[in-house]
Nanobody, 114 residues
Framework: VQLQASGGGLVQAGGSLRLSCAAS????????MAWYRQVPGKQRELVAV???????NYAGSLKGRFTIPTDNAKSTVYLQMNSLKPEDTAVYYC?????????WGQGTQVTVSS
């Protein structure tokens, strides 16, 4: 199983970024896919999840700014982040949540400057 995340970078507050996570080695449509984020000294927290049925859920503070679309043909999940704030600065991780457990991608750094 491989989850290849990309798209992080430096952006000014109020800007947008789109993260991508390309999955291989799994049956993409049979997995819930999620994005988490982590800042140093804090626990990894859930950002957004999309179930295999297409239902989405977001951390309360992020709803309305972030979305989690997928492209099943490309086995790719995205995290569209709009109206970014400095407090969104973190390492973002994608995850595949399957029946056999959780598979993690490598993190991608997102830095939002004020």
């Amino acid at each position: 199983v491989q989850l290849q995340a990309s798209g992080g970078g430096l952006v000014q507050a109020g800007g947008s970024l789109r993260l991508s996570c390309a999955a291989s080695g799994i049956v993409f449509r049979d997995n819930a896919m999620a994005w988490y984020r982590q800042v140093p000294g804090k626990q990894r927290e859930l950002v957004a999840v999309i179930t295999d049925g297409g239902n989405t859920n977001y951390a309360g503070s992020l709803k309305g700014r972030f979305t989690i679309p997928t492209d099943n043909a490309k086995s790719t999940v995205y995290l569209q982040m709009n109206s970014l704030k400095p407090e969104d600065t973190a390492v973002y991780y994608c995850a595949a949540l399957g029946h056999s457990g959780v598979n993690w991608g490598q993190g991608t750094q997102v830095t939002v400057s004020s």
